[in-house]
């Protein structure tokens, strides 16, 4: 298979480094900024802020070898978020360091604080 310039061999292992590749501002507007609202798209389905390549993550495949499951996980995670802040306060009392090896992965045990609401 030749891919640009190079020349891959069959049955070679290819792998996308999702990390290198969310930090390109070609790909994700201020990719280092937490910026939770950069998922969210406007009423007219339309994304907020550009460039947004959403579809540079493909964790649950793609075309005909799509994971099945793909939209009750997401349906799934959403509820049970929902519940979580709905029940708890969540407090994060110091900044959560990263670090890269292979994956992503903090870099100190995760401080936070689980606080059921009262109201």
Request: net charge positive.
């Amino acid at each position: 298979m030749q891919l640009q310039n190079f020349r891959i061999p069959p049955f070679t292992l290819v792998v996308c480094q999702y990390w290198f590749a969310c930090l390109q501002e070609t790909n994700f507007y201020c990719p280092k900024a937490f910026i939770p609202e950069r998922w969210l798209v406007n009423s007219d389905g339309e994304d907020r802020f550009h460039p947004h390549r959403a579809r540079l993550q493909y964790h649950f495949g793609f075309g005909r070898r799509e994971c099945p499951g793909r939209r009750f996980a997401f349906q799934e995670i959403s509820i049970t978020v929902a519940k979580i802040l709905r029940n708890f306060k969540i407090i994060f009392p110091k900044e959560l360091g990263l670090n890269y090896c292979f994956l992503q992965q903090p870099s100190l045990p995760i401080p936070i604080e689980i606080i059921e609401r009262s109201d």
